[in-house]
């Protein structure tokens, strides 16, 4: 599927990563070269930082591209695939960039490899404007199973702001790759099979987490019991499951780590969210009052892909039989993900709303 240089505008839809990302899966995945000119251009640092660079030199590893522009501050990059290698890869970041978005870029044509691979990432697992280990493993894997392949992630290691993670994918491509059928399902936060959240704790003061715990609980029903925190902690073990917000210690993690997660097992897949605080109790009440509102998202949910994992199904099912899913008004990036594989595949990706209403369709052309 070789064909002449696909030119970028870096700055097109969300105008972050996302854009270079999903050029490199696709490029990778169809053989098809591409040039790249204002990288990042709505960031305030635009340009290729070491999440970046780490990104493009993986992939560069994966299919033996020839590149160039591929350094610090780069905003022009040029990119020419070669045959994917599936193999045994281990990529570093070398600073706390997210090990999740370098597998955005890697994993897709993988996927769709002759045979498997190992790929390990170090950096930061768990870190602010990227998805978490804990929705990488528990929400979009089992999606993409779906097309096929045998998936497996494991976490070696926690890393926050001061990276230290690391974290590996095995991948066992499908002998026949699967389309994507995904009827819509209704879905919402009361009609959760369970529940629950979990703090995850690295080199904290003294009983910073559990007043973060205090803190959802009364974020989320502080005006049921007011100033009774003993009824609030009663409340909690009856509705929460598990109970009290569960505290998580890290011991290992280089430097401080702060992070709530909130896990729904529901019909139509598990549902997870985050939140970063810090080391101090008002970074923890305001990460503990940014989870609990936007919950609000979920108490009228509808559809089976919410606005985290929309975006990362698109290429995957570019590069295989396609197929289409449901979900809420798509986001930015979802719109960046839609726009930047249609210039690769010259196939549109079909986004309908649906009774005018915040229910869309999405619907992906395949490319075998």
């Not at 991948?171 to 399902?185: H, K, T, Y």
């Amino acid at each position: 599927m070789r064909t002449g240089h696909i030119h970028i505008d870096g700055g097109m839809g969300e105008g972050g990563g996302q854009v270079l990302r999903a050029a490199l899966a696709l490029s990778a995945g169809l053989g098809k070269p591409f040039t790249i000119a204002g990288i990042r251009r709505a960031r305030r640092k635009p340009g290729l930082r070491k999440q970046h660079l780490c990104a493009v030199n993986a992939v560069a590893a994966i299919c033996r591209a020839k590149c160039s522009g591929v350094w610090a501050d780069s905003d022009r990059l040029s990119f020419e695939p070669g045959p994917v290698q599936p193999g045994e890869y281990l990529f570093d970041i070398r600073g706390a960039g997210s090990c999740t978005l370098v597998l955005q870029a890697v994993l897709p044509h993988l996927l769709m490899a002759s045979g498997p691979s190992r790929v390990t990432v170090r950096g930061a697992t768990h870190t602010t404007n990227a998805p978490s280990y804990d929705f990488f493993a528990e929400t979009l894997l089992p999606v993409l199973t779906k097309l096929g392949p045998k998936l497996q992630v494991r976490l070696d290691r926690h890393g926050f702001g001061a990276g230290g993670g690391s974290m590996t994918v095995e991948i066992l491509p499908a002998s026949e790759p699967q389309r994507l059928e995904w009827d819509n399902q209704y879905g919402t936060l009361s009609a959760s099979a369970a529940w629950r959240f979990c703090i995850l704790a690295a080199n904290l003061p003294d009983g910073l987490a559990e007043y973060e715990a205090e803190q959802i609980v009364e974020s989320l029903w502080g005006g049921l019991f007011p100033g009774d925190m003993e009824g609030l902690r009663q409340f909690a073990r009856e509705h929460l499951h598990g109970g009290w917000p569960h505290i998580e210690r890290v011991p290992d993690a280089d430097g401080p780590g702060n992070v709530i997660l909130w896990k729904s097992v529901q019909a139509t897949g598990t549902r997870v969210l985050g939140a970063y605080g810090g080391t101090s109790r008002t970074s923890a009440r305001q990460a503990a009052e940014e989870i609990c509102a936007r919950l609000a998202y979920y108490r009228e949910y509808w559809g089976n892909a919410d606005r985290y994992l929309a975006d990362q199904l698109i290429v995957p099912l570019a590069l295989g039989r396609g197929g289409f899913f449901f979900c809420q008004t798509p986001t930015l990036h979802t719109r960046t993900c839609c726009a930047v594989t249609g210039l690769f595949t010259g196939k549109s990706v079909a986004v309908q709303q649906l009774h005018d209403m915040p229910h869309w369709k999405i619907e992906v052309p395949g490319a075998v």
